[in-house]
């Protein structure tokens, strides 16, 4: 009976990229995002074999920031009754979602056994396009219980206070303050049905996603990947 050996590989490879983003009232979440391209692996010998590919990555990231301030009443606080239990800071609330997309290509050397396979290797990724949401809340608590128009009947006061509550939002697609560049090291495991490759990896990034390190805490992207895989062989060889 013949034998016959594929050395080398190619095929289509999709998943996704499990993404832990904070949430403000629940902590850390995990959103989806979407990583595929194709995939070209070298089959050194019966247990060894070295991959690369060309890959479309999406890769998320999320960030809330508070400020506040204190209101100035230009001296008329005596007037208000009760004023010395009410509060009189501001807060301004800022929550954003980062989208970076990119072009991403592994190194992976992949051990082999039956069905089996467990792999690592380093990957790089260049940014190409970015998204980012950004939702402002300002808020005064005490000019929502306050008077204003019985403090101030001619307004000459309220044009100096701030706005008792309001609310932007606001779509971008500035790289602005984000890396260019990604680059980690990924380890993982699967199966291996006929042609079919189903794996899963963690993935450790290396490099922060933000350009200002000055301003901003070196923060990487840490994430699962799940993956699906069909390979078509070429290059046939007896064995």
Known sequence: MSIYGQNWQFGPDIGVNLMPVEDSQFGLTAQPAFRGGALIRYQLNDHWSFRSGAYFSQKRHAY?????????????????????????STYEYTNGSVSQY???????????????????????????????????????????????????????LSAFLPEPYSYSFRESASKSGLNDWDAGFRLGGGITVDRLSFSTAYNFGLLSFRSDKASSAFQTYQYIQFSVAYAFGFGLKKD
């Open 102 to 156: 990119y072009v991403e290509m592994p190194l992976i050397a992949e051990f082999n056994w039956s069905t089996h396979h467990v792999f690592m290797g380093p990957y790089l990724s260049y940014q190409l396009f970015a998204r980012s949401r950004i939702e402002e809340i300002s808020e005064a608590p005490a000019l929502q219980v306050i008077d204003l128009d019985a403090l101030d009947p001619d307004g000459q």
């Open 64 to 88: 809330a920031q508070v400020d506040s301030g204190q209101i100035n009443l230009f001296g008329q606080e005596d007037q208000i009754p009760g004023i010395e239990n009410v509060d009189l």
